[in-house]
């Protein structure tokens, strides 16, 4: 089993940058597919970036050039950098694990709680 928590959401005006970090206990995140998601109201969980054991990365067209996503596999954790927020940046963000690569949230076994990250002048 994995546990997955996320943290550093919060309010931000637009252009503003938020750093989301997802902690890893149970087993080392190394050999995972680490994804994250975000989920607005009234909308399905979108995907938003993946990261693989080799540290190939996977964004949306939508932050594509915003985001950044990077894994430190000696402290188990994988940080999403986000810079130049957009309001429709809104919403629930959740880390996700699982071995395979994909953008579709249903191929991720393991997800934590969610943070929120809202972005409004």
């Known amino acids: 089993q994995v546990q997955l928590v996320e943290s550093g959401g919060g309010l931000v005006q637009p252009g503003d940058s938020l750093r989301l970090s997802c902690a890893a206990s149970g087993r080392t995140l190394s050999r995972y597919i680490m994804g994250w998601f975000r989920q607005a109201p009234g909308k399905e969980r979108e995907f938003v970036a993946r990261i693989s054991s080799g540290n190939i990365r996977h964004y949306a067209i939508s932050v594509a050039g915003r985001f950044t996503l990077s894994r430190d596999n000696a402290k188990n954790t994988v940080d999403l950098q986000m810079n130049n927020l957009k309001p429709e940046d809104t919403a629930v963000y959740y880390c996700?694990?699982?071995?395979?690569?994909?953008?579709?949230?249903?191929?991720?076994?393991?997800w934590g709680q969610g943070t929120q990250v809202t972005v409004s002048s």
């Open positions: 996700s694990a699982d071995f395979a690569s994909s953008a579709d949230a249903s191929q991720y076994r393991y």
